[in-house]
């Protein structure tokens, strides 16, 4: 059985097709700037890349051309599901599910919970379920995996009618790759998962620390949204509740435009003044620029925080887990943010982190340090084989 895998954004998606047993992936690519003149679908398979140019194409147009590509390849006929990342699933989803009407009414209930998001996850299912009628439709939640976590990690300290009424407590986000990736490192460590207690990093665009006890979210730092917590490319994470507030009152700036700006023109960019991207972070640290110093000074100090509080959450520390763009490729982080860690039992080897560098992925710690390593996540096979899981147990 093979797996069709769509993570839609708003005027994109990329897909693979996957076999949930091996990983192995057929074909993948991604469509993006839909709906403008710039549209264009790109296509990998077999090691050959072809680009399409869409005019202007719709989510439909593109999803057309896969499955135009799917015939060509003689693919089509093998795709048994359809998996899709589906970012906010609130309390209600623990678990992966096979997309219903009702399904698709929760995920629309949790939009305002997930504004940006959630209604790009529907424009997708949605053509998904044009495309490939009759086939099985699966939602996997970036938030399911950690409805896990205790009411004591998961409340705020805020008025229980929140709570109760709006759904104000943390949720976490990145339970598709903190699950990848745990799984993957009680594999490398040769425990069961269900022994270790593991903290991940996913350090991406987006940043979050989980702290993974037994195969089971017990904290992250994410919350409500996914601004919680560390500092990331282009988000603020923690900042003070009461910054709002004061800034509407001395900028006349809007909440809409506070939050705008905490979600896209904060983080490493304003940081740094220069960039969202670390390894041009890097590069301009190594060419003495201030501003890129100061803001990789201050990613890796609240990371390393955040990893400390997760080690709060577990009690006893197994082993940490690097991943995402930044967590998997640069070397400079971990080895800073493991500088910060010897009180934790870390302790770095450096020809093992520059040997990780290059994308080996493997153990980067001493022979006297807690385990840590680099771990590559793999969200688009996660989601095949969650959703091939689910459909194993829904009868049909
Ligand atoms: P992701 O969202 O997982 O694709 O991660 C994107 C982030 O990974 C960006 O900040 C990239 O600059 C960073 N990244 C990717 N490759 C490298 C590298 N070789 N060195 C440092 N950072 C990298």
Not at 18 to 23: E, F, K, R, V
Not at 253 to 258: D, F, H, N, S, Y
Not at 298 to 311: C, K, N
Request: net charge neutral.
């Amino acid at each position: 059985m093979w797996t069709l895998v769509l993570n839609s954004g708003s005027s994109s998606f990329k897909f693979a097709l996957i076999d949930p047993a091996s990983g192995k992936t057929w074909l993948s690519g991604l469509a993006e700037r839909l709906g403008v003149e710039a549209a264009s679908v790109r296509l990998d398979s077999d090691g050959k890349r072809q680009t399409h140019s869409l005019n202007g194409g719709s989510y439909a147009e593109a999803m057309r051309l896969v499955l135009a590509e799917l015939d060509a390849l003689g693919l089509r006929q093998d795709v048994r599901a359809v998996g899709h990342r589906v970012v906010h699933g609130g309390s209600r989803f623990s678990a992966p599910a096979p997309i219903t009407p009702e399904v698709l009414e929760a995920i629309r209930d949790c939009v305002p919970l997930a504004p940006l998001h959630n209604p790009a996850n529907i424009a997708g299912i949605e053509a998904a379920m044009n495309a490939f009628p009759g086939l099985p439709q699966v939602a996997v939640f970036d938030t399911a995996f950690h409805q896990t976590m205790p009411e004591i990690a998961y409340r705020y300290a805020v008025p229980e009618e929140w709570f109760r009424q709006h759904g104000v407590r943390r949720y976490g986000f990145h339970g598709i790759s903190h699950a990848f990736v745990a799984g993957e490192a009680a594999r490398v460590l040769g425990r069961p998962l269900a022994e270790l207690n593991l903290i991940t990093a996913h350090l991406g665009n987006g940043c979050s620390v989980c702290a993974v006890s037994g195969g089971r979210s017990v904290d992250s730092s994410m919350g409500l949204t996914p601004l919680e917590g560390l500092v990331m490319g282009t988000r603020s994470g923690n900042v003070d509740p009461g910054l709002h507030d004061y800034l509407a009152r001395v900028s006349g700036l809007t909440l809409t435009q506070i939050t705008a700006a905490l979600n896209r023109e904060s983080g490493l960019l304003a940081l740094s003044g220069l960039t969202n991207d670390m390894r041009e972070l890097e590069e301009a640290t190594a060419r003495g620029h201030v501003g890129a110093k100061l803001a990789v000074g201050i990613f890796v100090y609240r990371l390393a925080q955040g990893i400390a509080a997760m080690a709060v959450a577990l009690g006893r520390v197994d082993g940490l887990v690097f991943t995402g763009g930044i967590g998997e490729n640069s070397a400079t982080v971990r080895a800073a943010t493991m500088a910060r860690l010897p009180f934790l039992g870390f302790k770095l080897d450096e020809s093992a982190n520059a040997a990780a560098a290059r994308g080996q992925g493997g153990p980067i710690s001493a022979p006297d340090s807690l385990p840590a390593l680099v771990v590559n996540t793999n969200e688009e096979w996660m989601i095949a084989r969650e959703t091939a899981g689910i459909l194993a147990l829904t009868p049909r």
